[in-house]
């Protein structure tokens, strides 16, 4: 009987050693994914209204872009990503007011959309503009 209580308590001591291990794992990755989002140092990125490639798009300051944010159902709903501006109306079921990803909609969702995102928005949608500081 002795044995049984022997290995019994080998394999909770495994046990709470992986535990251990998978808790410092995961706040390693909570205390990455916080600097990431939270980082002081990532700032709006405003597109150059003057260079010649991107004359043939429209100019929206932030205050502009926020009237397109999904609740007016005769604008297209639209979102800024790295200084480009994208038609997401196609996505009008997560992004339009009161769905899930609305707080994205006329922003610059640069930031939230950091790690996992960017690339949708990008690949998915139609480019229609470009963020400027102002005009």
């Not at 808790?23 to 390693?28: A, E, N, V």
């Not at 990755?29 to 004359?55: E, G, H, K, M």
């Not at 159902?73 to 899930?100: E, Q």
């Amino acid at each position: 009987m002795v044995a049984t209580t022997s290995k019994s308590f080998e394999w909770f001591k495994i046990i709470n050693y992986i535990a251990f291990i998978a808790s410092i794992i995961i706040l390693f990755c909570i205390l990455v994914f916080s600097y990431i989002i939270y980082n002081p140092s990532t700032t709006i990125r405003f597109a150059d209204p003057n260079s010649s490639q991107n004359s043939q798009y429209d100019l929206y300051t932030l205050d502009e872009l926020s009237q397109y944010n999904g609740t007016n159902s005769d604008l297209p709903i639209l979102m800024a990503v790295d200084g480009k501006v994208y038609d997401v109306t196609d996505g009008s079921r997560f992004y339009s007011a009161g769905n899930h990803y609305s707080y994205l909609a006329g922003t610059d969702a640069t930031k939230p959309l950091q790690i996992v995102g960017t690339e949708i928005i990008t690949n998915k949608y139609p480019q229609v503009g470009l963020l400027v500081e102002s005009k």
